[in-house]
């Protein structure tokens, strides 16, 4: 029922910034617990980063703290997450995701929905 639609993706080099942004239709957006996930080439995907429905609480990956960030916008539909200080073993796909059950956010939750994708390549 829901659809995920992230953009924001691009080509960058080390240290530097770029966020990325996940349009949600076809549910009710502060009804999703949002999750960003990421899969580099060869290895299996991982989580990155998550919010709950009313934005109170995020949950990250140890790799990324303190240079991601996840936010949402409920009055937008839209899920964020900024990166800085971009390393070039950030590079991946990077997937949003969504549950529709109200779930601490985590890695091991329940995303019933995905995006489809959108690609970081972070250049040395």
């Known amino acids: 029922q829901a659809q995920l639609v992230e953009s924001g993706g691009g080509l960058v080099q080390a240290g530097g910034s770029l966020r990325l942004s996940c349009a949600a239709s076809?549910?009710?957006?502060?009804?999703?617990?949002m999750g960003w996930f990421r899969q580099a080439p060869g290895k299996e995907r991982e989580f990155v980063a998550a919010?709950?429905?009313?934005?109170?609480?995020?949950y990250y990956t140890d790799s990324v703290k303190g240079r991601f960030t996840i936010s949402r916008d409920n009055a937008k539909n839209t899920s964020y997450l900024q990166m800085n200080s971009l390393k070039p073993e950030d590079t991946a796909i990077y997937y949003c995701?969504?549950?529709?059950?109200?779930?601490?956010?985590?890695?091991?939750?329940?995303?019933?929905?995905w995006g489809q994708g959108t690609q970081v390549t972070v250049s040395s």
């Open positions: 919010i709950s429905r009313s934005g109170a609480s995020t």
């Open positions: 995701a969504a549950g529709t059950s109200g779930f601490i956010p985590s890695p091991r939750a329940p995303y019933n929905y």
């Open positions: 076809g549910y009710t957006f502060s009804s999703l617990t």
